[in-house]
């Protein structure tokens, strides 16, 4: 699996962290998004422990802690690299081209689990290429076929 241990949990929008919630908030206030967060479907927080590889580890943070919050219209994903402040991405699902990395040719070069994403985010003038890593479970195996679903729903 690449340089990182992944694994997904599945919580309850109600769960998330207060300093994750205040940072979201901030964001959509900053963006004029409105009630961006009504219609939640599912929440999931993503981790990413590196595995250590040699003497100094190698490139990429140690730590990546990604909580994501999917509505019927939007995806919201707060990052925390390395203990370090949370940075707030999201996107319209109507306009997210999503595939399941392990579908992908790079699967085969470097295996991962998680959803490549094709779209545009919310402050981008263009669109942006991410990768969302999620963990090779039961939370991860479900979020992935929830967002397949909703971007899918979301297009029509």
């Known amino acids: 699996m690449g340089d990182y241990n992944r694994s997904t949990k599945k919580i309850k929008f109600e769960e998330i962290t207060p300093d994750v919630m205040q940072a979201i908030q901030k964001y959509i206030e900053m963006h004029n998004l409105g009630d961006i967060l009504s219609n939640v479907s599912h929440c999931i927080v993503s981790t990413s422990d590196k595995i250590k590889k040699g003497l100094f580890g190698g490139p990429g943070p140690n730590l990546l802690v990604q909580t994501v919050i999917l509505t019927d219209r939007w995806l919201i ?6 203990q ?13 081209v999503v595939t399941d990395y392990q579908q992908t040719a790079f699967h085969g070069v470097i295996p991962d ?27 991860g195996d479900e979020f992935k076929e929830a967002v397949i679903k909703s971007v899918q729903e979301a297009k029509k």
Do not use: C
């Not at 994903?77 to 390395?82: E, F, K, Q, S, Y």
């Open 113 to 139: 689990s998680g959803l490549n994403l094709v779209g545009k985010f919310t402050d981008a003038s263009e669109q942006g290429t991410m990768f969302m890593p999620l963990g090779e479970d039961e939370a």
């Open 84 to 96: 370090n402040a949370i940075y707030i991405k999201s996107m319209q699902l109507a306009d997210i």
């Open 77 to 82: 994903l707060a990052d925390r690299v390395d």
